[in-house]
């Protein structure tokens, strides 16, 4: 099975769906121009992010913090969400009760040759199988 399309929501398990919205980008000027503070990606990497859809339609209550989502591009290795400050950023931490999403941008630092070739996979929970979403 391929990655889920852009634009698609999928089941990612614990009560969790998530999309990406629209396709990954090159935003590291973007990134440094934000925030002073934070700090250029290592030589040879860049910031790239990803638009994403985050919806709950569990029990009560949960933060999108329990959706891990992850890079792997051309070179088969995991990269983390994390570039310092960035607008638009999704918020992790808010609330979500069912029937409810947040919105934002996630941001990964990736090699520069796979800027353009990446897939995330995503798990609603510990337990949860990945799934694997298109970013272009």
Same mark, same amino acid.
């Given at each position: 099975? #391929?990655? $889920? ?6 089941? =990612? #398990? ?10 990954? &980008? !090159?935003? @590291? !000027? ?13 030589? +040879?990497?860049?910031? =790239? ?16 913090? !329990? ?10 290795? /995991? &990269?983390?969400?994390?570039? #310092? $400050?960035?607008? +638009?950023?999704? !918020?992790?931490?808010?609330? $979500? ?5 947040? @919105? ?7 090699? /520069? /040759?796979?800027?353009?070739? +990446?897939?995330?996979? $995503? @798990?609603? #929970? ?8 298109? @970013? &272009?």
């Amino acid at each position: 099975t #391929g990655a $889920v399309p852009i634009g698609t929501a999928n089941d =990612v #398990g614990e009560g969790w769906s998530f999309a990406v919205m629209s396709p990954a &980008r !090159d935003f @590291t !000027d973007l990134v440094m121009s934000d925030n002073s503070f934070n700090d250029p990606p290592p030589e +040879g990497f860049r910031f =790239v992010g990803v638009d994403v859809a985050i919806a709950y339609s569990g029990d009560g209550a949960g933060t999108a913090f !329990d959706v891990t989502a992850k890079w792997v591009g051309d070179g088969n290795v /995991q &990269r983390d969400a994390f570039c #310092g $400050v960035v607008n +638009g950023e999704i !918020d992790v931490f808010a609330d $979500v009760f069912a029937g409810g999403s947040v @919105t934002g941008t996630m941001c990964f630092v990736v090699p /520069q /040759q796979e800027v353009g070739s +990446g897939v995330l996979y $995503v @798990t609603g #929970g510990f337990d949860s199988e990945p799934v694997y979403f298109a @970013t &272009r």
